[in-house]
């Protein structure tokens, strides 16, 4: 096995070792030939047996997995892109062209060390941080890592920016200022519904059953998993502002052509002109779950309207707001007189 460190003389006759993978020289504090080759022999030692423990290492694993030695972060990233799928797919894509990354693309996973995460994190933003926590997970649960990187405490805490929820008169005056009829729909909808703009911009005519009064839509980030449409009734007022839209085909003929970040975009244009600032269309999503707590309204309910992971009915439900909880025997009541349309399943 080769030799990582060489002794050589300087001219004031004192010797130094000579690191031969970083190119580092370290003065050896000694003019006498027999003590520096000492040192130096003692540094090759203290090297030499991880490395041969690395060696051996790769030996066993290589027998076990052949693609062990190969295996990169790139590789990684690759596989975790096959199993998703539309907008998710497009996420991982774009995570993926994230330049922090590039110092561990072409790093294999066997030889990863702790350092390689804390510079890609200190280089990237919270986006990196979230991404690489899951490339992590996914190459530890597919068995690609002996042990874990980072330890899960040593992770940098991922820090969002606050997001608020968009208030009453913010929402009035952003519909009294959109000369489009159809924009002012939606913007309308969304704050009767708190439905994602992707979920609203896709709902048909035929999402409404009017006998019921109930609107009807499968969430389009979970369309692939089976799950149940969200039903949710409307009142007199949605009534009216649903008769306005088209009765046959896309209730948004427009929006729903258009990509969700330059509906994200005509919107955030709309609130500079204004002057509101802190919002975004998923700011609806936030008002009608805040909404939704302080009129006492079950939790259950909420989840099923804007989704059980979703991160409004968490914030929104997790908030120490002063809320009057009925009675049970008022509750039960009220329950009773709902038509049946009312229950969500």
Known sequence: MKHRYRIYRKETGFY???????GKRESLETKDRHEALELVQAKNRADREPTLNLHLARTFLAASDSETLSRTWQTVFDEIVKTKQSETKARWLRASADRAFEKIKTVTLFETRAEHFLRVLERGSVSTNVYLRRLHNFALGMNWLLAPVLPRK??????YEEKRAITFDEHRRIVEAENNAERRAFFELAWHLGASQSDLANLHA?????????IVFNRMKIRFRNQPPVRITFDDEVAELLKSLPQQGPLFPRLCTMHEKHRAKEFKRLCVRLGIEGISLHSYRYAWAERAKESGY??????????????????????????????????????VQMPKAAAIV
């Open 154 to 159: 040593q992770w940098p805490a991922v820090r």
């Open 206 to 214: 035929e999402s409404v059953d009017w006998p019921d009064r109930v």
């Open 16 to 22: 130094y070792s000579f690191d031969k993978e970083t």
């Open 298 to 335: 079950p939790e259950r309910f909420a989840m099923e309207a804007l989704g059980h992971n979703s991160k409004a009915v968490h914030r929104a439900y997790a908030k120490k707001a002063l809320v009057t909880v009925p009675s049970l025997e008022e509750w039960k009541k009220r329950v």
